[in-house]
């Protein structure tokens, strides 16, 4: 099992940026993916979560409005959309396979739910 974010850079405040995670070796289909990021000296916070058909989706009130999740199956991929970007979004962000198909209201931002994580991608907003 494997997962690899990708995407992050520097970014004005205000911008935009897209980040991509790429999945192998498991059927990717059956898996809700969730986004997560870690800030200097923080702990690791839930971004968003998407079903395993794209059917749902769930946010942090910190990113509802902003940022949108998406996925292509056929590409074994899962996209993080991020707008009106602010120097608080500043972190590594990961993707990570949750245990199961689609995560009960209320669970997906629980880092222990998921399985598998990739490596990280690092957003700097910063003028």
């Known amino acids: 099992v494997q997962l690899q974010a990708s995407g992050g850079g520097l970014v004005q405040p205000g911008g935009s940026l897209r980040l991509s995670c790429t999945a192998s070796g498991f059927s990717f289909r059956g898996y809700a993916i969730g986004w997560f990021r870690q800030a200097p000296g923080k702990g690791r916070e839930g971004v968003s979560c998407i079903s395993s058909s794209g059917g749902r989706n769930f946010y942090s009130t910190s990113v509802k409005g902003r940022f949108t999740v998406s996925r292509e199956n056929a590409k074994d991929t899962v996209y993080l959309q991020m707008n009106s970007l602010k120097p608080e979004d500043t972190a590594t962000y990961y993707c990570?396979?949750?245990?199961?198909?689609?995560?009960?209201?209320?669970?997906?931002?629980?880092?222990?739910?998921?399985?598998?994580w990739g490596q990280g991608t690092q957003l700097t907003v910063s003028s």
């Open positions: 990570a396979r949750f245990s199961g198909s689609h995560p009960i209201a209320g669970t997906w931002a629980n880092p222990s739910l998921y399985e598998s």
